[in-house]
C-alpha cells in the first residue's frame, strides 16, 4: 500500500534561483514594500505557493535575495591589511567594483530601497555595513562611531549614484569617485582624532 503523499511537489533544480532573479528585480524595481510574492512568482513562472514552499515568507525570500556571491567584508579586509595608508582609497574602490557588478548590483538596490522604508531591510543594510567595515577598526575606542561614519559615506555613495542616479555621479569613473571620497574614508579610519 503506498502512501498518499500531501502536499506540493518541489520545483525543477533551478527553480529556486529563478525565484531569487524575480525576487532581485522586483524588490530593486518596486522596493520591499511594493513587490509581491504573487509578482515574483508570477515572473518566475512558477506558482506563489512555491515561493512560499522554497522561502517560506517574503521577508525570508527578500534576506536570501539580498545575498552577496560573496563576502565583500572579506575580501575588503584582506586588500586593506596590506596597504593601511591606502585603506580609505581601497574601501571606496572594493565597493564600486562589487557595486557595478551587474550580479551584484539589483541586490544593492533592492537593499537601498528596501532601506528606505521597511525596519527590517534597514536593519539588515545596518548590521551588514556594520560587519564589514567594523573589524577594520578592531582595538581603536570609538571603532563604532568610526565604522558608522564609513557606513554613512558609502551609504551615501550607493544611494545617490545607484538609486537616485544623481548626476554627474552617477556617471562618473571609479578613479574620480575614489580620489573624491577615498580622502575622507581614509581620515574616518585612521585619523587620530575625529573631533
Known amino acids: 500500500m503506498t502512501a498518499n503523499r500531501k502536499g506540493r511537489r518541489p520545483g525543477n533544480p533551478g527553480t529556486a534561483d529563478e525565484i531569487l532573479r524575480s525576487a532581485r528585480?522586483?524588490?530593486?524595481?518596486l522596493g520591499y514594500e511594493?513587490?509581491?510574492?504573487?509578482?515574483?512568482?508570477?515572473?518566475?513562472?512558477?506558482?506563489?505557493?512555491?515561493?512560499l514552499h522554497y522561502f517560506g515568507s517574503k521577508q525570508h525570500l527578500f534576506v536570501a535575495a539580498v545575498?552577496?556571491?560573496?563576502?565583500v567584508g572579506a575580501e575588503i579586509g584582506t586588500r586593506l591589511a596590506t596597504t593601511p595608508e591606502a585603506a580609505g582609497e581601497g574601501l571606496v574602490r572594493m565597493f564600486l567594483l562589487a557595486w557595478d557588478d551587474e550580479n551584484i548590483q539589483p541586490t544593492v538596490i533592492a537593499l537601498l530601497r528596501a532601506a528606505a522604508t521597511d525596519d527590517a531591510a534597514a536593519?539588515?543594510?545596518?548590521?551588514?555595513?556594520?560587519?564589514m567595515i567594523h573589524p577594520l577598526l578592531e582595538g581603536m575606542?570609538?571603532?563604532?562611531f568610526r565604522a558608522s561614519l564609513c557606513s554613512s559615506q558609502m551609504l551615501g555613495l550607493g544611494l545617490t549614484r545607484y538609486v537616485l542616479r544623481?548626476?554627474?555621479?552617477?556617471s562618473a569613473d571609479h578613479d574620480t569617485i575614489v580620489r573624491a571620497i577615498g580622502p575622507t574614508i581614509q581620515r574616518y579610519l585612521t585619523a587620530a582624532e575625529l573631533t
Request: charged share 25%; glycine share 8%.
Open 34 to 51: 511594493r513587490a509581491s510574492v504573487r509578482g515574483i512568482a508570477r515572473a518566475a513562472g512558477v506558482d506563489p505557493a512555491l515561493v
Open 25 to 29: 528585480d522586483s524588490f530593486a524595481s
Open 166 to 170: 544623481l548626476e554627474p555621479l552617477a
Open 141 to 144: 575606542e570609538d571603532a563604532g
Open 67 to 71: 545575498e552577496l556571491p560573496y563576502d
Open 123 to 131: 536593519g539588515m543594510l545596518r548590521q551588514r555595513f556594520m560587519a
